[in-house]
């Protein structure tokens, strides 16, 4: 099943999201999982979270092979590539945040057509539970550690535009609006906070 993508200005999208339930059926958690990834796969997306669906539950999916595959047409002789990471990640919990900040041109899913640098820590270390529940605490780098911060934001109520200066904000503040009321070329489905409908 795919859903619509949630657009910047619903208030699931700047609210916290809860724990997923330990009792949730294990078939129902899998197709869950598996819907996002549709859903993610026909938006042209690396990272969907679930209140990008409307679901206020700290769950994302991830498949980095995009990017990676971008990356390997700048690969410069001798450097090494990180491997493609597609997997989904249950009530996550930020460990640490490290090394170098590094500057990339983000996007979101719940606001088509904005694009800007947004500067991350390289490094972080994550404790998750796995779509059988089962619990890892891992380290990654790189574009993974990028795609896996965007969308843990998103299960703090934070979005990337959150992360700008206040002068940029400021410039997209007109876009964002304009956005939020469903007036954005988009090719997928979305749902707009304005009107409730599904475009």
């Avoid at 699931?12 to 859903?39: H, R, S």
């Avoid at 001798?78 to 460990?95: Q, S, T």
């Avoid at 998103?154 to 939020?180: N, P, W, Y």
């Amino acid at each position: 099943m795919i859903y619509s993508i949630v657009a910047i200005g619903d208030p699931v999208l700047k609210t916290k999201a809860k724990n997923l339930a330990t009792d949730l059926p294990a078939a129902d958690l899998q197709q869950l999982i598996a819907d996002m990834y549709e859903t993610m796969y026909y938006a042209h997306g690396v990272g969907l979270a679930a209140p990008q669906i409307g679901k206020g539950v700290r769950l994302f999916v991830m498949d980095s092979g995009p990017m990676v595959e971008v990356d390997e047409e700048d690969q410069e002789e001798g450097e090494e590539l990180e491997d493609p990471i597609k997997r989904a990640f249950i009530n996550p919990v930020m460990v640490s945040e490290t090394g170098e900040q590094w500057g990339f041109e983000e996007g979101c899913l719940s606001i088509p057509g904005v694009r800007e640098l947004v500067n991350r820590p390289a490094d972080i270390v994550l404790r998750y539970e796995d779509e059988n529940r089962q619990v890892h605490e891992e380290a990654f780098s790189g574009m993974a550690a990028r795609i896996i911060q965007h969308e843990y934001d998103h299960l703090e109520g934070v979005l990337f535009t959150d992360k700008l200066s206040a002068f940029k904000k400021q410039l997209l503040k007109g876009k964002l609006a304009r956005i939020s009321k469903g007036d954005v070329k988009h090719d997928y489905r979305m749902r707009f906070a304005g009107d409730g409908k599904r475009r």
